[in-house]
């Protein structure tokens, strides 16, 4: 006999597995009067069943064979919260073809692969929720999704990696050079051992993708989303950056001009009054503009195990919501569209730029002179003092071209008088 309420089977038991089992396990009573009837972890599938676990578990739940989840017919919902591209893709599309709707927190996942399973989830009439895979336990893609669903938005620009944005508050808080920031955060378990992953900006580019994919309705190929990380921003050009009346993030932002799409990360200098310029430690913000709405902003964690427990566990009451009524499939494909992806060499941007240079007359009129030449005007210059006969001088450009001001830095580098082009940084306003 089927068991009482809605069977979920959760692939992994990890961060974000416990923080799912926590959360059910704490508001019970209340998740099955809004979810209209229980929610029972039925089986949980991991790898080493004898590890400790960030939750108390009844250990007879424990599986390594992901059949007895994906084979179970009284199972309604897949929860896979592995992570990695395989074998999670591989489970979730099974789950799938034997009719499981599907939660998970895989941002990985659903950047590469979300268009082809949620246009399959749709032909099915089956449910994809995903929220838990961006920004943790903040609410954006329901939001998107539904919430906003009346807008035509026109920019998002977001703060999506928690990681980062701790090393950056650091080292603007300390004075910490990058290496001595990621050190500390590797020591609280805000970074990975291998941390790569963050600090270059990959993460955040899977998730600006996938919210990129939803703000404008088409497929987002994110191999050719540009990022770039903040290995090579220094405390100097932090200190500088104030100075000027900016902080340095690193800012994921998306926007749409002329039905194509703009989609980058890359570490930036966001005005002091900007809203996401007071996002600090290892918080995670989201602005976004939509025409009728205006400027909304959500704002929290982006990571942890109970924030990301919450963000599934919600997904996990509205898929048996759509169970109970018959309405699976709702939201499911929201990519109508095929738009443009624009190259980095296509677009305006402003930059602030550091360099060493011989301290004689004529210095700056020279490296202006080359801007001047390739359509850069200058936004503002300063010499911040000589040593060893070199000054420092700290430039930040009006919009330009982006090859344009590219091919300027390129000559620049080469005149005799420039010892080295120490930075460039993008501004985001
Ligand atoms: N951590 C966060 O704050 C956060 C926030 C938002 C989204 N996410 C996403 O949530 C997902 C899970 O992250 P996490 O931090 O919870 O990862 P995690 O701590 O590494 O947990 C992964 C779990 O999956 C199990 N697992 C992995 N590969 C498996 C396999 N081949 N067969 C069976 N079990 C396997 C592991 O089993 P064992 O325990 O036996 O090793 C573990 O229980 C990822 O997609 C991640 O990007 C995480």
Partial sequence: MAKEGVQIGLLGLGNVGSGVMQVLSANREAIAAKAYGPLEVKRILVRDPTKARGAAVDPSLLTTDARDILGDPEIDIVCELMGGLEPAHRYVGEALERGKQVVTANKELMARHGHALLAEAARRRQDIYFEGAVAGGIPIIRP?????????????????????NYI?????????????????AQALGFAEAD???????????????ILAAIAFHTPVDVERVYHEGITRVSPRDIVHARDLGY??????????????????VHPALVPTGHPLASV?????????????????M??????????????????????????????????????????RLREM????????????????PGVIAAIAGVLGENQVSIDSVVQK?????????????????????????????????????????????
Avoid at 150 to 161: C, D, E, Q, W, Y
Avoid at 170 to 176: E, I, L, P, T
Avoid at 322 to 338: I, Y
Avoid at 345 to 360: F, I, P, Q, S
Wanted: hydrophobic share 45%.
């Fill in 168 to 184: 950056l508050t650091r080292m603007a808080a300390d004075g910490k050079e990058f290496a001595a920031a990621l050190a500390e």
């Fill in 298 to 339: 959500f704002f929290g964690r982006g990571a942890g195990s109970l924030p990301t427990g919450s963000a599934v566990v919600g997904d996990l009451i509205d898929v048996a919501r759509n169970l109970r009524f018959g309405a699976t499939g709702r939201v499911a494909c929201t990519c109508h569209f095929n738009k």
């Fill in 247 to 264: 902080v340095i993030k690193l800012v994921a932002t998306a926007s749409e001009e002329e039905g194509a799409i703009d989609v980058r």
């Fill in 280 to 296: 600090n430690d290892v918080f995670n913000a989201v602005l976004l503009h939509g025409d009728a709405v205006g400027d909304v």
């Fill in 144 to 164: 998107l999704k539904e919430d906003l669903a009346a807008n035509r938005i026109t920019r998002i620009s977001g703060i999506l990696n928690g990681t980062t």
């Fill in 385 to 429: 003092g000589a040593q060893d006969n070199l000054a420092e001088i700290i430039w930040v450009t009006h919009p330009a071209p982006e090859a344009s001001f590219r091919a300027a830095l390129a000559r620049i580098a080469e005149l005799p008088v420039v010892h080295e082009i120490c930075s460039v940084i993008r501004v985001v306003r």
């Fill in 195 to 209: 941390p790569s992953y963050d600090i270059e900006g990959r993460d955040a580019a899977y998730k600006i993708a």
């Fill in 345 to 360: 060499a296509e677009l305006h941007t402003e930059n602030y730029m550091r360099l060493l240079a011989v301290d004689r």
